[in-house]
């Protein structure tokens, strides 16, 4: 009859240490799921910031070029009112020359 009883009293244990596992099981499971979706978000999240970061690059070389051509006008710009300014330095040596005259 002991023996029956310890028997008994294991099955009892195997089947709760059993359904432990199952639950916990079910638990990773759930863990699982939480987490694959946790990196399909991040790797939609990632796509995006890719995707906005090539923007923002050919955002930066469309400016780049837009402001290599203000420098230039810049310097062409310069360079006219150089010839400005040597001209109408010219023009005040002639008016002086012809004051004196």
């Not at 230039?72 to 008016?95: A, F, M, P, W, Y």
Request: proline fraction near 0%.
């Amino acid at each position: 009859m002991k023996k029956e009883k310890k028997s008994g009293e294991k099955n009892v244990l195997l089947k709760e240490a059993i359904l432990d596992i199952d639950k916990e099981l079910i638990r990773l499971n759930k863990d699982k799921s939480s987490l694959k979706r946790q990196i399909s978000g991040i790797d939609v999240n990632v796509g995006d910031a890719q995707k906005l970061e090539k923007e923002l690059q050919e955002r930066i070389a469309r400016l780049l070029e837009k402001e290599a051509g203000l420098i230039e006008r810049k310097k062409n710009t310069q360079v006219k009112i150089d010839r400005l300014s040597d001209k109408l330095g010219k023009i005040g040596k002639i008016k002086l020359e012809m004051a004196d005259v």
